[in-house]
């Protein structure tokens, strides 16, 4: 009997070893005559027991993790492939408390199939969305996204219906979808999650969107930085092509719809929808003015759907299982779920589905089980380098997107990174200017300069020169950034140095090292 | 050492994507992935197939980090000094990094190979900090997984 393994492909385990792992199963397996077959799946999102191994068994899988190629013969040893027992032993894999608890629509899918079959994708549910969708006027799909009231993932949060509207009703030749898939904010990998575990869920979202607004061609602009996440897609498009889900007539509805993915360079302000518009076209990732919106005058001038990732994956669960479904979870304005991501200085690091509403308190103790170091954490950064630092007394705010705005935070993609007591935050301050200063695309004069005036600003505080007359100046500055930048680099920078500055003052008061 | 690369051998990779939309990056990363750099000869070259001003092809060359105009070390570790990574200690491993290698962020190492380049995310955040090498990924690096991760790229010439 051949007994099936699942190991993930996820550029996490592989960053773990897990192809180490996988040869060392194959090589034990081999010396003992033992038949199995190994499976690389996505993540089930538990970071930190990657490489993850699981066993196929009668009562469902079983997980060990995290494996070390050198626990390979031990594991053998105990007779895991017939549930003996061993340390590294989680038991089912589903039952796992940190999984157990999440509500997975997103990505219910991830890591429980192979990212590259059709046929396991199908046999999840996949391209249910699709075949509902052929079966509806554009205009049903569309009130169907707008009743779910999903909106945007990539962390402006506008309602995703609105915006297929406005393509769906404007008269073009040509219109796009276009998959920003750039996601260059620290703290956040759900996008490349689904890109590596889920490739066919986004191609679907995305086809899904082209039906609705009669656009029949899109690229996913995907950061450079993703080697994986490309190479995934890559062979994905090709197999929804080849059986029929993506090109020309779609499965025999005559309705059409090419896909391309094209690789970002390694610009941060490319992950700002015009800028990425920009590049797209082969220019300079330069933000441009709006309105026009790109809904009107997109990629190359054209209506222009563009969504991020996690927006277009929500998509097929919407259109399988109708609006409501989606709806019923959440709270107020924020419907559905929200994939958060653990990251930073924290023992459970990964990635956690959960409706709008839980608190981070919850997700930083229940789930992330408090900080790596074992120390208390101090400080976290919600939304990405230009989200704001809290301090622990905001922690109980719910995670929905005005709830958190009120206790001063941004909800954005949903990353958040926690930082332990040994944070300099005078010294993040600094760097949130710093990278302000990288990655800032030039065009607007408070960010191309400002950014660094900040961080001579900054030094200057904590060197001890001046320091009331130095906050004042830097106060200033970032009024004048918010004010004067026409997108989020530039008016979002101040966030995190201004939360540095108001909640953690006395990093900035310290006795300057000479 | 000076490599000389005909106009042939840019045109044999500019030609075939000059007719997409949009080609100017496809284009500049097809180069990039053949020479490890953008050749400066490339640039009029491209510019002409794309009836783009050489000001426009140098623009936007040389807006995009990803892109070198110069070459580079056998080998390129990009090394994360995000936010997430900071909080488990990328500082620390960069500065060990730039010690242990001989030389500081965009440069190579005197035997030509490692380049060291910072990245700003590579999407290991739960698992910092992380670093690429050429497209081959590693998380949980310690100082001591650095040097045993270099030494196999400085070992033999490849």
């Known amino acids: 009997m051949t007994t099936t393994l699942y190991v993930s ?95 997975r629509l997103t990505f219910a899918r991830i890591g429980l199939t192979d990212p590259l079959s059709v046929e396991d994708y199908q046999a999840h549910g996949g391209f249910a969305g699709l075949k509902a969708a052929l079966a509806q006027k554009p205009s049903e799909i569309v009130e169907t996204v707008f009743a779910s009231g999903l909106r945007g993932r990539g962390g402006a949060a506008f309602p995703t219906g609105i915006k297929w509207r406005t393509v769906a009703g404007v008269e073009a030749k040509q219109k796009y979808i276009v998959c920003n898939a750039d996601e260059g904010d620290s703290g956040t990998f759900s996008d490349r999650m689904v890109m590596e575990g ?17 656009a029949t061609r899109g690229y996913i602009y995907c950061r450079s930085e993703y080697p994986h996440a490309m190479q995934s897609l890559q062979l994905a498009i090709r197999l929804a092509e080849t059986d029929g889900f993506l090109g020309e007539d779609i499965l025999g509805s005559k309705r059409t719809f090419h896909l391309e993915v094209r690789k970002g360079a390694g610009s941060y302000v490319c992950g700002e929808e015009t800028a990425l518009l920009e590049s797209l076209e082969g220019r300079r990732g330069i933000v441009r003015a709006k309105p026009p919106l790109p809904a009107i005058h997109g990629l190359f001038d054209q209506p222009t759907v563009i969504n991020n990732v996690i927006t277009f994956a929500s998509v097929p669960f919407i259109l399988a299982h109708g609006a409501q479904a989606y709806q019923d979870y959440g709270m107020g304005r924020s419907r559905g779920t929200l994939p958060f991501q653990l990251a930073g200085n924290i023992k459970q690091g990964g990635l956690v589905e959960k409706a709008f509403g839980i608190t981070l308190r919850e997700l930083l103790y229940d789930y992330g089980g408090g900080t790596l170091s074992g120390r208390p954490i101090r400080a976290v950064q919600v939304g990405g380098p230009l989200g704001t630092y809290l301090p622990e007394s905001k922690f109980d705010a719910p995670l929905d997107y005005e709830e958190f705005a009120k206790a001063g935070g941004t909800v954005g993609h949903g990353g958040i990174v926690v930082f332990d007591d040994t944070v300099d935050m005078a010294k993040m301050a600094r760097y949130a200017m710093e990278f302000c200063v990288v990655e800032s695309c030039g065009k607007c004069t408070p960010c191309r300069i400002g950014s660094t005036r900040g961080v001579e600003v900054i030094d200057r505080i904590v060197a001890g020169e001046k320091r009331d007359t130095n906050t004042a100046l830097l106060r200033d500055l970032c009024d004048v950034m918010v004010s004067g930048s026409l997108c989020a680099m530039g008016g979002m920078t101040p966030n995190p140095v201004l939360s540095a500055l108001d909640h953690f003052a006395e990093d900035f008061s310290k006795e300057p090292v000479r | 050492m000076t490599v000389i690369i005909e106009d042939e051998e840019i045109s044999a990779i500019v030609t075939p994507l000059q007719g997409m939309p ?134 033999g010439a490849k």
């Open chain 1, 198 to 214: 889920d490739p066919l869920m986004l191609i679907e979202g995305m086809t899904i969107a082209g039906l609705a607004v009669g």
């Open chain 2, 22 to 155: 949009g080609a100017l990056l496809p284009i500049l990363h097809a180069l990039q992935d053949r020479f490890g750099y953008v050749p400066e000869d490339s640039v009029p070259l491209v510019a002409k197939a794309l009836n783009l001003s050489r000001a426009e092809v140098h623009g936007t060359l040389t807006f995009y980090h990803h892109f070198r105009r110069h070459p580079v070390g056998r080998h390129v570790v990009h090394v994360c000094r995000a936010e997430a990574c900071q909080a488990v200690g990328a500082d620390a491993l960069v500065e060990h990094a730039k010690k242990s290698l001989g030389c500081d962020f965009h440069e190579t190492t005197s035997d030509n190979a490692v380049t060291l380049e910072p990245a700003y995310c590579l999407g290991q955040c739960a698992i910092g900090p992380s670093l690429l090498i050429d497209d081959e990924i590693h998380a949980k690096v310690t100082p001591a997984r650095f040097d045993a991760l270099v030494k196999g790229l400085r070992g």
């Open chain 1, 9 to 103: 492909r996820d550029s996490a385990a592989l960053a773990l070893g897990a192809d180490r792992v996988v040869a060392a199963l194959m090589a034990e397996a081999a010396r003992r005559g033992a038949r199995i077959r190994v499976v690389r799946n996505g993540s089930r999102g538990m970071l930190w027991l990657e490489p993850l191994v699981e066993v196929v068994t009668e009562k469902g899988r079983i997980a060990f993790g995290p494996v070390m190629p050198e626990d390979v013969a031990g594991l053998f040893e105990a007779g895991f492939l017939t549930g003996g027992k061993h340390a590294l032993g989680l038991g089912l894999t589903e039952q796992i408390d940190y999984f157990k608890r999440q509500e």
